[in-house]
């Protein structure tokens, strides 16, 4: 234990050795410091909790009732009604020089007691005022005069400057779905990629797992949500991620890439500081709460639960369950460079190191000529490998090399200082950016600890990525965390004329600490095999990137569309032109509306977009028809989308009741055929949640090109995609190269085919339009799109729209 540990160093009284009293002297001040710090975490968070237990009320109002009901007292009159006559009765008796002190106990008491009922209002009101969602049911750009009055309410009831946190206690839970809907919802799904047979057969089973089993295990169900925050979101976490026995390398994790365009220094060690800094300064916001909430419409919060495990995480392997292990704080982070790992620490006395005093640590790594030891290169390939297996080697592991393993795993995250540079180049930017993208999903499988909540990764030509492990939270996290980090470090903290960061190196620092790991001969053999199946797996990810410039944001706008629902039906156009055939297709979205809501499903392979994608293959159908059919799958997947959002979708609700049935051991081959089910086509929107930190307009290239994610089916894509701007849409595109079906490339090449083919329905529209208005005599702008014919190729240049 920590405190045992630093009690050795504390003695009651020092011999006149001078050795013995430098060795007590940092270990007492160490023990003086720690406890200040701990007293400083309890104090700060006493308080933040306090804040958020009475948001949306504040301290202050608590003054003020107390002064108001005073100064009513001090005019005889009793808002009272007696109440603080009783409590005064209550009270012991002081003396009759005490009687004031008495009277005024008392109406700090009852001032105490009515407050706490305002704010148990309050709560209840918000909460009631959360739960409805008529608000994301509505058309896009119409709103009832109910919603605007709920929008009032809300307003009111929100109260001012919110902590991070504020909202938990008022957030409603997320409802259970009536079992008739989502059965039928999920029938509905499934028709457009099933043959008569096999629907009518899976038509059968649902009326089957309708009439004997859905009712007593939707019971359940209710009685869950009743009593826990959430009646999904834990089983998610352990049964889809926890207890997953797959490697974390590609099947868990995902990435974040840099700035497409731009690196704003080539030194490595630099941009390793200036990062390191802004994610730390991230931290200690978040300690502080004082990141704000995220509103929807600037009104609805959305949960922040997921934030609290972003640094110093681990996700821990078990031999059947892993669990994820947070600490309260960690003061170095784990670096692991050519081979090696070093702890460096990041606070000093006076606080958190500058970035560069970071730097300087990090150019120590760099400049260190010691080699790596045996096996210890490629130590970190046993956190790819297999969960049993891991699990296994790391308790000898944790005996023979306990200080080193937990240096890594108590670490605040981990920062990988590669040997090779990354990113877009000139001289070949597909190649370019699909190597970029394949390093950061799984690297060479040996130098990333895929354990940690995140790594960092730096390349040697100072580009910077994200490998982020996906139990603990979500990608919109994360995302949050790096757009600050990426905006941070470059325009807040900057870099000097020469590329290093600002400010002066601290030579009084000590060197980075190398840890030393004393491998037993058994790991040996792991270690090998872990290497073996890592660099099977990497080498088997075919990954492209590339940047959609021929429109974006703002066309789509102009189109009076979803953005979202604009890219999902041209995938759906896009694989089926990829594959010749149509297939089940899992977007992700989030359920956050709810208290420790996490993700839900949205089937966007509707016969909506099915009908859509056949005409737009017939020759014989017109732009006015196909444009018409594209707007009906539109707004058939918006409805899909508000649906899933606002607790009402079909995955999650089926997926709680087969762990149920698993619970009552009782077989259902409804849910044994859900279960069963492949997602070819996985797709997912990196959001952009803090536009104001980018200027967009003046500088175009600082903004994040997003990330991307491993295929969830073997014969499957991963596809992901960023608006970045309103002209710009970057899309990430994953396979595997063992499938003779699926080739990443391909599909990008269908992918912005489709799209050019979309807006030419658009372009039609408008000439249509245009000739209209020109023989009415009226004057119209010039087309703002290239000519584009349904079904040729795009131009060779990236013209915008």
Same mark, same amino acid.
């Given at each position: 234990?920590?405190?045992? &540990?630093?009690?050795?160093?504390?003695?009651?009284?020092? #011999?006149?050795?001078?050795?013995?009293?430098?060795?007590?002297?940092?270990?007492?001040?160490?023990?003086?410091?720690?406890?200040?710090?701990?007293?400083?975490?309890?104090?700060?968070?006493?308080?933040?909790?306090?804040?958020?237990?009475?948001?949306?009320?504040?301290?202050?109002?608590?003054?003020?009732?107390? /002064?108001?009901?005073?100064?009513?007292?001090?005019?005889?009159?009793?808002?009272?009604?007696?109440?603080?006559?009783?409590?005064?009765?209550?009270?012991?008796?002081?003396?009759?020089?005490?009687?004031?002190?008495?009277?005024?106990?008392?109406?700090?008491?009852?001032?105490?007691?009515?407050?706490?009922?305002?704010?148990?209002?309050?709560?209840?009101?918000?909460?009631?005022?959360?739960?409805?969602?008529?608000?994301? +049911?509505?058309?896009?750009?119409?709103?009832?005069?109910?919603?605007?009055?709920?929008?009032?309410?809300?307003?009111?009831?929100?109260?001012?400057?919110?902590?991070?946190? =504020?909202?938990?206690?008022?957030?409603?839970?997320?409802?259970?779905? !009536?079992?008739?809907? #989502?059965?039928?919802?999920?029938?509905?799904?499934?028709?457009?990629?099933?043959?008569?047979?096999?629907?009518?057969?899976?038509?059968?089973?649902?009326?089957?797992?309708?009439?004997?089993?859905?009712?007593? +295990?939707?019971?359940? $169900?209710?009685?869950?949500?009743?009593?826990?925050?959430?009646?999904?979101?834990?089983?998610?976490? *352990?049964?889809?991620?926890?207890?997953?026995?797959?490697?974390?390398?590609?099947?868990?994790?995902?990435?974040?890439?840099?700035?497409?365009?731009?690196?704003?220094?080539?030194?490595?060690?630099?941009?390793?500081?200036?990062?390191?800094?802004?994610?730390? $300064?991230?931290?200690?916001?978040?300690?502080?709460?004082?990141? $704000?909430?995220?509103?929807?419409?600037?009104?609805?919060?959305?949960?922040?639960?997921?934030?609290?495990?972003?640094?110093?995480?681990?996700?821990?392997?078990?031999?059947?369950?892993?669990?994820?292990?947070?600490?309260?704080?960690?003061? &170095?982070?784990?670096?692991?460079?050519?081979?090696?790992?070093?702890?460096?620490?990041?606070?000093? %006395?006076?606080?958190?190191?500058?970035?560069?005093?970071?730097?300087?640590?990090?150019?120590?790594? $760099?400049?260190?000529?010691?080699?790596?030891?045996?096996?210890?290169?490629?130590?970190?390939?046993?956190?790819?490998?297999?969960?049993?297996?891991?699990?296994?080697?790391?308790?000898?592991?944790?005996?023979?090399?306990?200080?080193?393993?937990?240096?890594?795993?108590?670490?605040?995250?981990?920062?990988?200082?590669?040997?090779?540079?990354?990113?877009?180049?000139?001289?070949?930017?597909?190649?370019?950016?699909?190597?970029?993208?394949?390093?950061?999903?799984?690297?060479?499988?040996?130098?990333?600890?895929?354990?940690?909540?995140?790594?960092?990764?730096?390349?040697?030509?100072?580009?910077?990525?994200?490998?982020?492990?996906? /139990?603990?939270?979500?990608?919109?996290?994360?995302?949050?965390?790096?757009?600050?980090?990426?905006?941070?470090?470059?325009?807040?903290?900057?870099? /000097?004329?020469?590329?290093?960061?600002?400010?002066?190196?601290?030579?009084?620092?000590?060197?980075?600490?190398?840890?030393?790991?004393?491998?037993?001969?058994? @790991?040996?053999?792991? @270690?090998? +095999?872990?290497?073996?199946?890592?660099?099977?797996?990497?080498?088997?990810?075919?990954? &492209?990137?590339?940047?959609?410039?021929?429109?974006?944001?703002?066309?789509?706008?102009?189109?009076?569309?979803?953005?979202?629902?604009?890219?999902?039906?041209? +995938?759906?156009?896009?694989?089926?032109?990829?594959?010749?055939?149509?297939?089940?297709?899992?977007?992700?979205?989030?359920?956050?509306?709810?208290?420790?809501?996490?993700? *839900?499903?949205?089937?966007?392979? #509707?016969?909506?977009?099915?009908?859509?994608?056949?005409?737009?293959?017939?020759?014989?159908?017109?732009?006015?028809?196909?444009?018409?059919?594209?707007?009906?799958?539109?707004?058939?997947?918006?409805?899909?989308?508000?649906?899933?959002? =606002?607790?009402?979708?079909?995955?999650?609700?089926?997926?709680?009741?087969? @762990?149920?049935?698993?619970?009552?051991?009782?077989?259902?081959?409804?849910?044994? %055929?859900?279960?069963?089910?492949?997602?070819?086509?996985?797709?997912?929107?990196?959001?952009?949640?803090?536009?104001?930190?980018?200027?967009?307009? !003046?500088?175009?290239?600082?903004?994040?090109?997003?990330?991307?994610?491993?295929?969830?089916?073997?014969?499957?894509?991963?596809?992901?995609? @960023?608006?970045?701007?309103?002209?710009?849409?970057?899309?990430?595109?994953?396979?595997?190269?063992?499938?003779?079906?699926?080739?990443?490339?391909?599909?990008?090449? &269908?992918?912005?085919?489709?799209?050019?083919?979309?807006?030419?329905?658009?372009?039609?529209?408008?000439?249509?339009?245009?000739?209209?208005?020109?023989?009415?005599? /009226?004057?119209?702008?010039?087309? !703002?799109?290239?000519?584009?014919?349904?079904?040729?190729?795009?131009?060779?240049?990236?013209?915008?729209?």
């Amino acid at each position: 234990m920590a405190e045992a &540990h630093q009690a050795v160093g504390f003695r009651p009284s020092l #011999t006149s050795d001078a050795g013995e009293m430098e060795l007590s002297a940092p270990m007492l001040q160490e023990i003086y410091l720690s406890g200040l710090r701990s007293w400083k975490r309890h104090l700060s968070r006493f308080w933040n909790d306090f804040l958020t237990g009475v948001f949306p009320a504040s301290p202050l109002s608590w003054l003020f009732l107390f /002064s108001a009901i005073q100064l009513a007292w001090f005019l005889q009159l009793d808002p009272s009604l007696g109440l603080m006559e009783k409590i005064k009765e209550l009270l012991p008796d002081w003396g009759g020089q005490h009687h004031r002190l008495r009277g005024v106990l008392a109406a700090a008491l009852f001032a105490s007691c009515l407050w706490g009922a305002l704010i148990f209002t309050l709560h209840v009101a918000l909460r009631l005022l959360l739960s409805y969602h008529g608000w994301l +049911l509505q058309p896009h750009g119409a709103m009832s005069s109910r919603t605007k009055t709920w929008l009032a309410l809300v307003r009111i009831f929100s109260g001012r400057h919110p902590m991070l946190f =504020s909202y938990q206690r008022s957030l409603p839970r997320q409802p259970v779905p !009536s079992v008739q809907d #989502t059965v039928r919802k999920y029938l509905e799904s499934v028709r457009p990629v099933l043959s008569d047979e096999d629907f009518d057969w899976t038509a059968a089973l649902a009326r089957e797992f309708l009439r004997l089993q859905a009712s007593l +295990l939707q019971w359940y $169900l209710q009685l869950k949500s009743w009593w826990a925050s959430n009646y999904v979101s834990d089983w998610w976490e *352990e049964f889809v991620y926890l207890r997953s026995r797959n490697s974390l390398m590609v099947n868990s994790n995902y990435y974040m890439m840099d700035f497409l365009y731009v690196t704003p220094t080539p030194v490595q060690a630099a941009r390793a500081g200036n990062a390191v800094h802004a994610l730390l $300064l991230y931290r200690h916001r978040l300690n502080r709460q004082e990141i $704000l909430p995220t509103l929807l419409m600037g009104m609805r919060p959305l949960c922040s639960a997921q934030y609290e495990k972003i640094f110093n995480t681990t996700r821990i392997p078990g031999v059947h369950k892993d669990h994820i292990r947070h600490l309260r704080d960690s003061r &170095h982070v784990a670096v692991f460079h050519r081979g090696r790992f070093f702890r460096v620490g990041t606070h000093s %006395q006076s606080g958190l190191l500058s970035p560069r005093a970071l730097e300087q640590q990090f150019q120590r790594i $760099l400049d260190d000529p010691s080699p790596a030891c045996p096996h210890e290169e490629h130590l970190a390939a046993l956190t790819a490998a297999p969960r049993d297996m891991w699990a296994q080697v790391r308790r000898s592991l944790k005996t023979q090399a306990q200080e080193a393993l937990e240096a890594v795993e108590g670490a605040a995250f981990f920062v990988s200082l590669d040997s090779e540079p990354a990113g877009l180049t000139r001289e070949d930017p597909a190649a370019s950016l699909d190597a970029y993208a394949h390093a950061l999903l799984a690297g060479r499988g040996h130098d990333r600890w895929f354990d940690k909540s995140f790594s960092l990764i730096v390349f040697s030509n100072g580009k910077l990525g994200l490998s982020v492990e996906h /139990s603990w939270a979500d990608c919109p996290i994360s995302g949050h965390m790096w757009e600050f980090t990426l905006a941070t470090e470059c325009f807040q903290l900057g870099y /000097s004329a020469d590329g290093h960061c600002k400010g002066h190196p601290d030579p009084s620092l000590p060197q980075p600490q190398r840890l030393h790991w004393d491998l037993p001969d058994k @790991i040996h053999l792991s @270690i090998s +095999l872990a290497l073996r199946g890592a660099k099977t797996l990497s080498g088997n990810i075919d990954c &492209h990137v590339f940047p959609f410039s021929h429109f974006g944001k703002s066309f789509i706008k102009r189109c009076h569309l979803s953005s979202d629902s604009f890219i999902q039906m041209a +995938l759906q156009l896009a694989y089926f032109r990829d594959r010749g055939q149509f297939c089940l297709t899992y977007e992700s979205t989030m359920t956050r509306l709810f208290l420790e809501g996490r993700t *839900e499903t949205v089937r966007s392979c #509707t016969r909506e977009a099915c009908n859509f994608v056949k005409a737009m293959e017939d020759k014989e159908k017109t732009d006015p028809q196909c444009l018409a059919l594209f707007r009906l799958a539109v707004d058939k997947h918006q409805a899909l989308l508000k649906a899933a959002m =606002s607790g009402q979708g079909v995955d999650r609700h089926l997926f709680a009741l087969y @762990i149920v049935s698993q619970f009552l051991h009782l077989q259902s081959p409804f849910l044994d %055929q859900v279960r069963s089910e492949q997602w070819q086509l996985a797709t997912s929107q990196i959001p952009v949640q803090q536009i104001h930190l980018f200027d967009v307009h !003046s500088y175009p290239d600082y903004v994040s090109s997003g990330g991307g994610f491993g295929p969830a089916d073997d014969h499957g894509y991963g596809v992901s995609y @960023i608006f970045m701007g309103d002209d710009v849409i970057t899309f990430h595109i994953s396979s595997k190269k063992s499938s003779t079906r699926t080739d990443s490339h391909r599909l990008g090449q &269908h992918i912005e085919d489709a799209l050019l083919d979309v807006a030419a329905l658009f372009q039609e529209g408008q000439r249509r339009k245009r000739r209209g208005l020109a023989e009415e005599g /009226s004057e119209h702008s010039r087309d !703002s799109l290239p000519c584009h014919t349904r079904g040729s190729r795009a131009p060779t240049t990236a013209t915008n729209f």
